[in-house]
Every structure is written in C-alpha cells, then in structure tokens.
C-alpha cells in the first residue's frame, strides 16, 4: 500500500503565483485533511473533508482552497501565494476514529 | 474548540533513564488521543492512541501512554530511553462527537536523549 501520497515534495514559488499540491490515498479513507506546519506551532487545520463532495474550513483556511471530488484525492490549492505561506504542508487521511495516516510532506517556499 | 496543549518545549534525558512527555487535552465529552513523532525532514508516524478500555495503552517503540480522565491528561511514557528516541513528539485529540471529527494537535515536544 503507498497510503497517502503528496506532491511535489519541494516548491519554490513566487508571491502572486498560484499552484496546487495534490494529496491520495489509497486507504479507502472518509476523512482527509491538510496541515501546515510552523516551528513552534505545531500542526494547525487548514481545511478537512469528511467525504466527497464534502469540505469545511480548518483553524487556519485563509488564501487556501479545496474540493473533494473523489475518495482518493484532496487537493489543495494556493490561489495567490503569499510569503506568510511558506510552510511545510501535510496531507493526512483516516477513518475515525482511528489514527491519522501522514504524507510525506511538501515543503513551499514563497519569494 | 478543542485544543491539545503540551507544556514543555523540549525535554532532556540521559539515555537509560525513564522519559515523559506530557499532554492535557481539552474536548466537549470523551476524546480519542493520539501520540505521533516526528524525525527531521520527515511525516509524522503514529505511536499510540487512546479510543477506549485501559486506561494504559502500549504502542510502538516500547513507548506507552496514560490515559487520565479526571486530570484531562495523556502523557507519553518510556522506562528507558534510547538516543534513537530524540525527536519531535505531538500530542492529538479528536471528540468522540461533534467536532466534526477533526484532529486537533498540541505544539510539539522536542525530546533529546544524551549519552
């Protein structure tokens, strides 16, 4: 099994360009979400899904889309990159209320 | 809101000696918790978790955790740590209802194990 699998794993991009970061799964999983990760603040929500066709707003959603169109994929997509975006961002998928399965991360950088 | 805090920036100990990471938790009703670690440059990697039952749960690693309703607590245990063990630890809750089954995460502990 790849579990859940995210792209690219490095991105540089520069402030006003948009770009998409593509998540899957192949666990068959309800529930998606994507983190950003921030030294000294842990892992905050961006936006989840509880299914498809289903998205809601995490802690931190601003500038950040999604859509769930199938099971497998979760993309999330920056619409007009900012340099308070550069961040490590993961995708996780799970079946409640069982653990959270994490991808290997994306690391963006915006100039 | 939920919400997960771990109270210690990091975490010192000699190899050998036993380890604790701590974790309280707030929720509406019973969570489900969850232990992860984090190597550099890496995902996150499931430890433990909390559903239901004992109030000890065994993990990976030789790592256990203690589930404390009263004290809202859910902290990280090892007898003897290891060097192999110094990494980036995270904390998680989940409300059993409501909540919309979202995973909440607390700031992360560094644990460094010396020799």
């Known amino acids: 099994n790849a579990g859940v699998t995210q792209t690219p794993k490095f991105q540089v991009l520069k402030t006003g360009q948009s770009m998409t970061l593509q998540c899957a799964q192949d666990?068959?999983?309800?529930?998606m979400s994507w983190y950003r990760q921030d030294p000294g603040m842990g892992l905050r929500l961006i936006h989840y899904?509880?299914?498809?066709?289903?998205?809601d707003q995490g802690e931190v959603p601003n500038g950040y889309n999604v859509s769930r169109s199938t099971t497998e994929d979760f993309p999330l997509r920056l619409l007009s990159a900012a340099p308070s975006q550069t961040s490590v961002y993961f995708c996780?998928?799970?079946?409640?209320?069982?653990?959270?399965?994490f991808g290997q991360g994306t690391r963006l950088t915006v100039v | 809101a939920q919400s997960v805090a771990q109270p210690e920036d990091q975490v010192n100990v000699a190899e050998g000696n036993p380890l604790t990471v701590k974790c309280t938790y707030s929720?509406?009703?019973?969570?489900?918790l969850f232990w992860y670690v984090q190597y550099p440059n890496r995902g996150l990697q499931f430890l433990l978790k909390?559903?239901?039952?004992?109030?000890l749960v065994k993990g990976s690693y030789g790592f256990e955790a203690e589930f404390n309703k009263s004290q809202t607590s859910f902290h990280l245990k090892k007898p003897s740590a290891l060097v192999s063990d110094s990494a980036l630890y995270f904390c998680?809750?989940?409300?059993?209802?409501?909540?919309?089954?979202?995973?909440?995460f607390g700031t992360g502990t560094q644990l460094k194990v010396e020799l």
């Open positions: 899904s509880v299914g498809a066709g289903i998205t």
């Open positions: 666990m068959n999983h309800e529930y």
């Open positions: 929720v509406s009703g019973n969570p489900y």
């Open positions: 998680a809750v989940r409300a059993v209802t409501g909540g919309g089954n979202k995973l909440t």
């Open positions: 909390y559903i239901t039952g004992d109030n």
């Open positions: 996780a998928s799970s079946q409640p209320p069982g653990e959270a399965f």
